[in-house]
T-cell receptor
Framework: QQQVKQSPQSLIVQKGGISIINCAYE??????FPWYQQFPGKGPALLIA?????SEKKEGRFTISFNKSAKQFSLHIMDSQPGDSATYFC????????????FGKGTKLTVNP | NAGVTQTPKFQVLKTGQSMTLQCAQD?????MSWYRQDPGMGLRLIHY???????DQGEVPNGYNVSRSTTEDFPLRLLSAAPSQTSVYFC?????????????FGPGTRLTVL
């Protein structure tokens, strides 16, 4: 049973465009929703995270939108750059912490120059 | 701070062999965990520990063993390697007890079982 469903599997955008990655979850006990960025040959690194008491969080060009009633959240990358090319994972956990994260399957983003 | 370190970076085993993947962190984090990453599968939790002497199973624990004798180290043991354990393994740590805390990942160990 996949608790966090992520789409699309891969995404190609042009430099300057908007990248959008979507995730949906099933467990209503989840209360922490981080996004991780992973470059080839490296470990994942926290990009941005949100709690369910807010509907949007923005950090620079990266924004998380959260819809609690629909049990969905998404990552928007504005003005996408070739350096953003990486694999992105959404995740979720309960009890307000990053312990026992449940990950989506990942989205490979390619930003063409 | 070195953060989370893992050794070795690469390893090739034959079916039935045993080995230990090493993980260490220098951030005094109570919480440590092991994930495996397979193509198209995301990261799946193998085992985790909330402190020295305390470990518990994650989503995919079969074939793996862990122990936590110190805060810094959290080794993962493969008892009898199988081809299905070919994967990239990541160790992670975080400061448990702080809400919405970041989990830091190591660089990974790429394991091939023939």
């Amino acid at each position: 049973q996949q608790q966090v469903k992520q789409s699309p599997q891969s995404l190609i955008v042009q430099k300057g465009g908007i990248s959008i990655i979507n995730c949906a979850y099933e467990n209503t006990a989840f209360d922490y929703f981080p996004w991780y960025q992973q470059f080839p040959g490296k470990g994942p690194a926290l990009l941005i995270a949100i709690r369910p008491d807010v509907s949007e969080k923005k950090e620079g060009r990266f924004t998380i939108s959260f819809n609690k009633s629909a049990k969905q959240f998404s990552l928007h990358i504005m003005d996408s750059q070739p350096g953003d090319s990486a694999t992105y994972f959404c995740a979720a956990s309960i009890k307000g912490g990053s312990e026992k994260l449940v990950f989506g399957k990942g989205t490979k983003l390619t930003v063409n120059p | 701070n070195a953060g989370v370190t893992q050794t070795p970076k690469f390893q090739v085993l034959k079916t039935g062999q045993s080995m230990t993947l090493q993980c260490a962190q220098d951030m005094n984090h109570e919480y440590m965990s092991w994930y495996r990453q397979d193509p198209g599968m995301g990261l799946r939790l193998i085992h985790y520990s909330v402190g020295a002497g305390i470990t518990d199973q994650g989503e995919v624990p079969n074939g793996y063993n862990v122990s936590r004798s110190t805060t810094e180290d959290f080794p993962l043991r493969l008892l009898s390697a199988a081809p299905s354990q070919t994967s990239v393994y990541f160790c992670a740590s975080s400061n448990a007890g702080i809400s919405y805390n970041e989990q830091f990942f190591g660089p990974g160990t790429r394991l091939t079982v023939l």
